[in-house]
């Protein structure tokens, strides 16, 4: 008789990157991608994605609005190393380069449903005083 292999279990998400709020920057895109363990291995979807370029809203939010779909399934045997989404925003400096306007990232939700997450972006600060005099946005 052959033994058993592992047992495994699937994790699908699905949902989008709605919008984000950087009052200071306009024209921004995001990109995607997931971290996880040694033992998750993506099964079906992708593992990174960019968006279009967006706008900010006319209105007083002034969101930038994505609707930025993610479909991805995972596979593992235990939850160790439990999938996080990494978020990375993007956008023009006064020389025209795409420079990273904010970082973050937050753990997949342990339980099954709708959940709505608000990641908190993290700036990079320039370390010279060159660096910060080339990267302020007149």
């Known amino acids: ?63 930038l609005v994505w609707n930025f779909p993610i479909d991805i399934t995972f596979k593992s045997t235990n939850p160790f190393g439990w999938p996080q989404i990494v978020l990375s925003v993007y956008g023009p400096d006064v020389f025209g380069n795409d420079v990273v306007r904010g970082y973050g990232a937050v753990h997949v939700p342990f339980s099954p449903g709708r959940h709505k997450r608000t990641i908190p972006m993290f700036v990079p600060e320039s370390t010279s005083k060159l ?3 080339t990267s302020v946005d007149n």
């Open 1 to 63: 008789m052959a033994a058993a292999g592992p047992s495994v279990f699937l994790l699908m998400v699905n949902g989008q990157v709605e919008s984000a709020q950087f009052p200071e920057f306009d024209n921004l895109y995001c990109k995607y991608c997931f971290v996880y363990g040694q033992d998750w291995a993506p099964t079906a979807g992708l593992e990174e994605g960019i968006s279009q370029i967006t706008s900010k809203s006319r209105d007083a939010c002034q969101a």
């Open 131 to 133: 660096q910060k005099f």
